[in-house]
């Protein structure tokens, strides 16, 4: 099921695709049942839609549910950026310094792959690092019904997004070698809160573009 969720969450099929049991068990090599059970598993998780005699479909988020997950995500990474603040000084100290140092090259370069990557390391990183199991669980399953991969790549092709992103990155970082719990935290959700506005704000467009 982690492969077929890699797929998914991956972008090698596009919100709207169809997801084919045949090519799926013959892609992976596998009887048509696995292939089943993984994609009733993601309709519960709600990353794909199954169609009674249609089909399976990839399922891209409601406005209202990103709104919501995003409400979700800002108070989950506020809460372990200020947990790993307390912690001092740690190993991820430096995975986050590297991280930023990286960035700040992809962003130089408009490198929206590379920067995705990097943005998926850098808020892993601080969840890892707030070492909270529980609170680790939770965020795994919130960023699988977001598929943030595909969004952190659609938004970092907005004009200077990599680099004011970067900074808001920084920034959080600063806070938490300061010790400064309550900062580490504000500036977390000051980022995942910049983060939101300008998704919605890119699929307001979308939209309107489509209804043309």
Do not use: C
């Not at 979700?72 to 991820?92: H, T, W």
Request: net charge negative; hydrophobic share 40%.
């Amino acid at each position: 099921m982690d492969r077929v969720r890699d797929l998914v969450l991956g972008g090698a099929y596009p919100p709207g695709a169809p997801l084919s049991e045949v090519l799926l068990s013959d892609e992976f090599g596998v009887s048509r049942t696995p292939i089943r059970e993984a994609l009733k598993q993601l309709q519960h998780e709600g990353l794909v839609e199954i169609r009674p005699k249609v089909g399976t479909f990839v399922r891209e988020p409601t406005r209202r549910e990103i709104v919501e997950l995003f409400q979700l995500k800002e108070g989950l990474e506020g809460l372990a950026a200020g947990l790993l603040a307390r912690r001092g000084s740690v190993p991820e100290l430096d995975v986050l310094a590297r991280n930023i140092e990286e960035s700040e090259t992809a962003a130089a370069e408009q490198d929206a792959e590379k920067y995705a990557a990097l943005v998926h390391e850098f808020h892993w990183t601080i969840i890892r690092g707030a070492d909270n199991s529980k609170l680790a669980e939770h965020y795994d399953r919130l960023m699988n019904q977001l598929a943030y991969h595909r969004m952190v790549v659609r938004t970092a092709a907005h004009p200077g997004r990599i680099r004011t992103s970067t900074a808001e990155h920084r920034a959080v970082l600063d806070m938490i070698i300061a010790k400064d719990h309550f900062g580490a935290e504000a500036a977390m959700r000051n980022h995942v809160y910049a983060s939101s506005r300008e998704l919605l704000t890119d699929s307001a467009t979308a939209h309107e573009s489509a209804i043309r």
